[in-house]
């Protein structure tokens, strides 16, 4: 909006041409969006109390997890609200890509929430599985081949790290697999966020690595020497990655531990269908992977978790996802937290070096 309507100002006023630049409406997206959180934060906590929005325990869960019941959940609205009104004002609204990110993240974040609500009236039964999978897998399809109808010709390639060539042309084949891409990470997320300030810490890691990757990708100068591909309009990415670092940094004031409040599946869908989403746009689909190693280890330990058990009647961990398995062998809480968000960060360092070895 502010680009819009104040960047035409500057043939009255040079002080206007800062409008321009992505890297300042980056910077103050993020502000917005953290100021946001950080006002409303206070209210929105007081009002899910009142809607005794609180959340239940697994009951095969760890047994220090017993004192969180009844912590609030639902918290994701507060970062969709930071996110979005911080989106409205700070990023390109003519971007194509704005309208894709913000359709996404509302679309997954309405799903979260109608499976959030569900659970506290019925006490733990959300929607249906089918039904959830359904709406992402609709929400993700819809971006998707609006993406593949205006592609250009790198949109179906598929990149791996640290080869500077496509390795494969998915033609067709591109829709059902970002579709995948994006329902996975989407869930990759929920299934993370399971501690205080886990999921929402490892998401402004890999939030703020797609925000660099963002800059560069949508930069020709930039691209070309690094020898990634070229993504026209990619920049404006940037400002949104960064408006979810913020709305994330001032959700993580409220749910660090001990938490005053989860986001519940309305925060942690929204948030991993649009990182899902980002990674598909700048041509990294396989790189988000390594970035969000963590949330990439917490689904693998699920599978793992169920075709063992399947196969042999034994469970390979204690519990999943894995961050479970740690808290059963002794750890506490805050210590696997905290090496997780370790973990993470190298992840996401080994993944923006791979922007140059190739």
Known sequence: MFLKFLFPLVRYWSFFNIFQYITFRAA????????????????????????????????????????????PTMGGVLILLSIVCSILLWQDLSSIYTWMLLFAAVGFGAIGFADDILKISRRKKGISAG??????????AIVVVLLYVQR????????????????????????????????????????TDGLD????????MVALALAVIAYVTGRADYAQYLQIPFVKGGGEIAVFCLAVVGASVGFLWFNAHPAEIWMGDAGSLSLGGVLGLVALILKKEIL????????????????????????????????????????LSGWKESKVVTRFWILGGLFAILGLSTLKIQ
Not at 131 to 140: A, P
Not at 154 to 168: D, G, M, R
Not at 197 to 204: E, H, N, P, Q, Y
């Open 288 to 327: 988000i992977l390594v970035l969000g190693g963590v949330f990439s280890l917490e689904t693998l330990s699920v599978i793992i978790q169920v075709a063992s058990f399947k196969l042999t009647g034994k469970r390979a961990f204690k519990m999943a996802p894995l961050h479970h398995h740690f808290e």
């Open 197 to 204: 300030g886990l999921a929402i810490g490892l998401v402004i």
């Open 152 to 191: 250009t010709g790198e949109t179906t390639l598929l990149y791996i790290p640290f080869f500077k060539k496509a390795v494969l042309d998915l033609s067709w084949l591109y829709v059902p697999f970002a579709v995948v891409l994006m329902v996975g990470y989407s869930n990759a997320v929920n299934l």
């Open 28 to 71: 103050y997206a993020t502000i917005t969006a953290l100021l946001i959180s950080f006002l409303f934060g206070p209210w929105v906590i007081a009002r899910l109390r009142a809607l005794k929005s609180g959340w239940s325990v697994r009951e095969d869960g760890p047994d220090s997890h017993k004192a969180k019941t009844g912590t």
């Open 131 to 140: 039904v959830k999978f359904g709406g992402q897998i609709l929400i993700s």
